[in-house]
């Protein structure tokens, strides 16, 4: 089984530059997230797909994050304009159904990552 | 204070060695726990849930008290290939299947 697939792998941009991150999560898979994690810290939860509506965007800077799953499959992050404290690794993640009381359809598989370095 | 706190180590041991990593948590509406292991420049992947009644699996032994609200990972005969960095992580659902992740524990294994 493929897993999660994101593009670019690694992404180098000045302050104030624009940047868009994709996703491709497991097949089947209903929900979807954007994890941002800092060098020295673990992931957070950044948004949360269901489908194609948003579950939870509580953590999202929506001032300058924005992320959408149009057709309830691939997935894309943007950050518009990019500070130096966005450098991290953008980490997109999917589970089979994330809406449920908690069971193995649950278990989150993560893709590998798109390394954001902000100059 | 942080949702769940983790000492980030490193824990430098031999190979063989029996090493226990410990995490608290702050949320006591969380509902599900697991340990999630992330090798270097790598993504997290699930290692193992973690249950009240404590579970194994292998050389690794996850305990969870709920009401002191801390978890526990056992790895005993450790291996060189278990140098990695160890997430504790707890899932509340107040929207849907949120993790809280720690920030790891960073585990080195030396010959």
């Known amino acids: 089984e493929a897993g999660v697939a994101q593009s670019p792998r690694y992404k180098i941009i000045e302050k104030r530059q624009s940047v868009a991150f994709w996703c491709n999560p497991i097949?089947?898979?209903?929900?979807l997230y954007w994890y941002q994690q800092i060098l020295g810290q673990g992931p957070k939860l950044l948004i949360q797909?269901?489908?194609?509506?948003?579950?939870?965007d509580s953590q999202l800077p929506k001032d300058r994050f924005s992320a959408e799953r149009l057709k309830g499959v691939d997935s894309t992050l943007k950050i518009q304009p990019a500070k130096l404290e966005d450098s991290a690794v953008y980490l997109c993640?999917?589970?089979?159904?994330?809406?449920?009381?908690?069971?193995?359809?649950?278990?989150?598989?993560f893709g590998p990552g798109t390394r954001l370095t902000v100059l | 204070r942080k949702e769940v706190e983790q000492d980030p180590g490193p824990f430098n041991v031999p190979e063989g060695a029996t090493v226990a990593f410990n995490c608290t948590y702050s949320?006591?509406?969380?509902?599900?726990f697991f340990w999630y292991r992330q090798d270097c420049r790598k993504e997290p992947k699930l290692l193992m849930s973690?249950?009240?009644s404590g579970n194994e699996d292998g050389r690794f032994t996850a305990q969870l008290n709920r009401a002191s609200q801390y978890i526990s990972l056992l790895i005993r005969d450790s291996k060189l290939s278990d140098s990695a960095t160890y997430l504790c992580?707890?899932?509340?659902?107040?929207?849907?299947?949120?993790?809280?992740f720690g920030a790891g524990t960073i585990l080195r294994v030396k010959s």
């Open positions: 992580v707890v899932n509340r659902r107040e929207y849907g299947n949120k993790l809280v």
């Open positions: 949320n006591s509406a969380s509902q599900s």
């Open positions: 097949s089947g898979h209903a929900t």
């Open positions: 993640a999917s589970s089979l159904d994330g809406s449920i009381v908690f069971t193995s359809t649950d278990t989150q598989y």
């Open positions: 797909f269901q489908n194609n509506g948003v579950v939870d």
């Open positions: 973690v249950y009240s």
